[in-house]
């Protein structure tokens, strides 16, 4: 009887495995970009060029189980050399004290991420809009699955505090930051 029981939890368990794994982040056909108001009448646009990351996606309950990634700071990349530069410094990022900016999910409730994002040496709890877009087998065999994150952050709460009060009211940078990260993965062999 124990027998039985032992090669049904095994059976069991390497169903999960399957439907269930880790997917390495495709950074050619990722993005981690942002956008901010600025001088509250438009955008501007950023993203990271250089980041890590990987993600466990459960093809069966459709559902996506974990997600870590980590940015490299120094690649910010808004098509403004000038601004690319202030932004590493103190005022914003300070990148050469606080290299990267880390995410680490820790939950999935419906269509929304809770997890923690550290930035200038600073974590705090966000809560992101999550769309997973299902999988694929690409033309070479491997398995994609893709998935976008979106919602705000205060900057203001990770000590990014850089702005300059404007004559005619209201500031040059807006507090809030939209975020929004594009993910495809490989599924790890």
Known sequence: MT??????????LSAGALYAGTYNVDKSHSTVGFKVKHMMISNVSGKFDDFTGSFEYDEKTKKLKSL???????????????????LKESDFFAAKKYPQIKFNLDKIEDDKAYGKLTMRGVTKDVVLDVEVNGTIKDPWGNTRTGLVLEGKVNRIDYGIKYNSILEAGGVAVSEKVKLIVELEGILAK
């Open 68 to 86: 870590n990634g980590v940015i490299k700071v120094s690649s910010i990349n808004t098509a403004n050399k000038k601004r690319d530069a202030h």
């Open 3 to 12: 027998k039985i029981v032992k090669l049904g939890l095994a059976s069991i």
